[in-house]
């Protein structure tokens, strides 16, 4: 008989904090019945270890069948597990080793997966803890069938228990465990001193029109990493800007949490704190603020045009235009003779400075060719608009939508008909009319108050210096610029003239 080639496999569901010691704990018993059994203390090319990976947990995936069409599904996802499979079918490794077999497989078709490549492949499945484990018989095969399938079934009885008790907890407000949210310290509620400052900056950078590129364009060039220590980018940035917990609410699967009258919840103080020991280990506490509403880290209006920025032109999943950003004033400069917009394009260095100009794409059709500096005319209009804000007030307090308060009132109201309906004082006939008349209403408010929120966004900085303007990003002076310049005509100029005719720029102010 050939000799064995083994590989150990070992995997823990939750880790948070990276800390492999259930894992490494595994390994050891693992390498010690590989050794038991004749084999050779194990190197790290052949461990599989999979930290902080559920076998119960499934995911949405797209998956090609036997009969070759693709379709959605619903999977358990394990990289390494997957690997150690192939490397068996393959003959990497000829015989493996688990922890036990529920660290193998939670889900049948991960056990069946398994049982191919005994049966099949004529590798060797065993399992350090489980003496009975044994693949190759089919009373075997059965017995770990049912294991299995107990083992599931151990694992969705688990996970409707968390769900009620974070249900719960979603009612009255209360964090629950899960890694911090990124602004926050460990427990939850507490701002971090480093990282609030961050998530406020960057929230009113994007209301005042940076992009959510720039920013993780800005954190990546800072060093500034995710609570799991990854880096940012634009979905990853937009989905933490997105969660109303920087408002204060409490959320619950992506939405905010209502209390058993449906009443929005506001999150809370925990009933107790992390603490250390007087022996030095970590312990629980009392916490004296129990209940009390965490500080938001940013207020509702200001969160509210947060949301509106979000969905900018430059912010959604798509493809900016040609070169969005890129030059201070593409799309907004205009050819005089047809009036298309004229954007920017790349001719070459000049003493290791990148020329460009503004060119309009329509010459070849009409008969005239029109381009401009683009170096120059961006420094011109800088000028002129650094001119313009140096006797305007550009500081300006956010406008108040009127209808906030019978929008609250409405909201108020639905909640109070829904729960005078379940005490029994009210049937269903006479609250649901209600209901339907003033959640339409609702819906027209929120409607509206979108719109306002729209039509009056632009940029809420104080008076811009140029010091103020030399440190912004290209997607803020854009913003200024917008709210000033309806647009800028580029007139055609003289033959052979190397140096910038400033006669040819037309600026379109804005008319209030």
């Not at 409707?160 to 979603?170: G, I, K, P, Q």
């Not at 060039?221 to 997105?242: C, E, F, P, Y």
């Not at 309906?421 to 008349?437: A, D, I, K």
Request: proline share 4%; with cysteine; aromatic share 6%.
């Amino acid at each position: 008989m050939a000799e064995l080639v083994w590989g150990g496999y070992a995997r823990i569901s939750e880790d948070p904090r990276d800390e492999r010691s259930g894992v490494r704990r595994q390994r050891e018993d693992i390498d010690a019945e590989i050794v038991r059994r004749g084999g050779e203390s194990l190197d790290e090319a052949r461990f599989y270890l999979e930290n902080d990976t559920s076998a119960y947990k499934r995911k949405r995936v797209t998956i090609t069948d036997e009969y070759g069409e693709q379709r959605q599904a619903y999977r358990v996802i394990r990289p390494v597990w997957a690997q150690a499979l192939r490397d068996l079918r393959a003959g990497v490794i000829t015989a493996l080793a688990v922890y036990d077999l529920d660290r193998l497989a939670r889900d049948p078709r991960d056990l069946e997966d398994a049982i191919e490549v005994v049966q099949h492949h004529g590798s060797l499945i065993i399992s350090a803890t489980s003496a009975g484990t044994d693949l190759m018989s089919d009373s075997g095969r059965a017995m770990a069938r049912v294991m299995v399938t107990m083992a599931q079934k151990s694992s969705a009885d688990t996970a409707r228990r968390v769900a009620r008790a974070h249900l719960e907890s979603a009612h009255e407000g209360r964090p629950v465990g899960g890694s911090r949210p990124f602004g926050f310290l460990a427990d939850k509620v507490t701002h971090c001193p480093v990282e609030a400052p961050l998530v406020r900056k960057a929230a009113q950078d994007i209301i005042d029109g940076a992009s959510i590129r720039g920013i993780a364009e800005e954190w990546a060039a800072a060093g500034i990493k995710t609570v799991r220590g990854g880096a940012w980018n634009r979905s990853v940035i937009r989905h933490m800007l997105s969660n109303p917990r920087l408002a204060g609410w409490r959320v619950h699967q992506g939405k905010i949490a209502t209390d058993r009258d449906g009443k929005p919840v506001r999150l809370v103080q925990p009933q107790t704190l992390a603490v250390v020991g007087e022996d030095g280990k970590p312990a629980r506490a009392k916490n004296p603020r129990a209940g009390e509403p965490v500080e938001p880290l940013l207020d509702q209006d200001t969160f509210d045009r947060l949301q509106e920025a979000l969905v900018r032109p430059d912010n959604r999943k798509v493809k900016p235009r040609r070169g969005a950003r890129r030059y201070l004033l593409s799309g907004l400069v205009r050819c005089a003779v047809c009036h298309r917009q004229m954007y920017g394009n790349r001719w070459g260095e000049t003493g290791g400075e990148m020329r460009f100009y503004y060119v309009c794409q329509g010459g070849a059709d009409d008969k005239h060719a029109v381009s401009v500096s683009g170096h120059g005319t961006d420094a011109f209009l800088e000028r002129v608009v650094l001119d313009r804000l140096a006797v305007e007030d550009m500081e300006r307090p956010a406008p108040e939508f009127s209808g906030d308060g019978r929008l609250a009132q409405v909201k108020e109201a639905i909640t109070e008909l829904m729960s005078v309906h379940r005490t029994g004082l009210l049937s269903g006939s006479v609250v649901f009319p209600q209901v339907q008349q003033l959640q339409e209403e609702q819906e027209r408010l929120e409607a509206e108050r979108g719109e306002f929120i729209r039509a009056t966004a632009g940029p809420t900085t104080a008076r811009v210096t140029p010091e103020v303007w030399a440190g912004m990003s290209t997607d803020k002076r854009r913003a200024i610029v917008e709210t000033l310049i309806e647009a800028v005509l580029i007139h055609p100029g003289r033959q052979r003239q190397n140096k910038l005719d400033y006669d040819r720029i037309e600026v379109v102010w804005r008319q209030d």
